[in-house]
């Protein structure tokens, strides 16, 4: 194994974290099949799915740490923790990772760390 194939997140809005996704890093839609999912594209063969749960499917638990972080360049990670402290969405950052929360609650990152 040696790449991600692809990201599953179960929602009861895919249209309102498709927007969110779509807006936070810049993902490009590649298979739309609202109002059951959208996939977006995370580079050469990869994808994020985004899921309609299930009615009563229980979404992420509330304050969970679990999450997917989003490569950025510096320049990007700087003007986002500008963006996110305006708007009181940043929940903690450190030297290289911006976290914050999607519509759902689930953690998110964003990093420019140097893998």
Do not use: I
């Amino acid at each position: 194994m040696s790449r991600v194939h692809h990201v599953a997140l179960r929602t009861h809005d895919v249209t309102g974290l498709s927007v969110f996704y779509r807006a936070l890093a810049g993902l490009e839609v590649v298979r739309d099949a609202l109002p059951r999912a959208v996939w977006l594209g995370l580079g050469p063969g990869a994808v994020l799915m985004l899921e309609r749960a299930d009615e009563g499917e229980p979404g992420p638990t509330a304050g969970g740490m679990d999450f997917l972080a989003f490569a950025v360049s510096v320049e990007s990670w700087q003007r986002l923790r500008t963006e996110l402290a305006a708007r009181g969405a940043l929940e903690a950052q450190t030297d290289h990772t911006l976290y914050l929360r999607d519509p759902d609650g689930r953690r998110v990152g964003v990093s420019c760390y140097p893998l």
